[in-house]
Nanobody, 128 residues
């Protein structure tokens, strides 16, 4: 099971950018599918983006398409979430999570049970 730690959160003005990082430790990082999720106070956790074993296979929530970009650097055991054109509604704790890929080679944002390991989260606040 991977251990994951997020970083890169902070306070940014609307229209600004943040780059979140998800650093993994453990065996066989490059075999895992990685997802980014977020949760705002009083709301359910929602999927934001996920990436397959290779960087050219990605999915995004409709609310972030065109603004967020997920990528991975397997040599660094790290997944990134570049967040541009940020809006106040993007304010949340952002979590990364790993899916061992036993169920499908395609990552999904709709079945959280597939993600077996989660990081502690990093806070992103978008406010003027």
């Amino acid at each position: 099971q991977l251990q994951l730690v997020e970083s890169g959160g902070g306070l940014v003005q609307p229209g600004g950018s943040l780059r979140l990082s998800c650093a993994a430790s453990g065996f066989s990082f490059d075999t895992y599918l990685i997802g980014w999720f977020r949760q705002a106070p009083g709301k359910e956790r929602e999927g934001v983006s996920c990436i397959g074993r290779r960087s050219n296979s990605t999915n995004y929530a409709d609310s972030v398409k065109g603004r967020f970009t997920i990528s991975r650097d397997n040599a660094k055991n790290t997944v990134y979430l570049q967040m541009n054109s940020l809006k106040p509604e993007d304010t949340a704790v952002y979590y990364c999570a790993s899916d061992p890929g036993w169920y499908s080679n395609l990552c999904t944002l709709n079945i959280e049970a597939r993600y077996e390991s989660w990081g502690p989260g990093t806070q992103a606040t978008v406010s003027s």
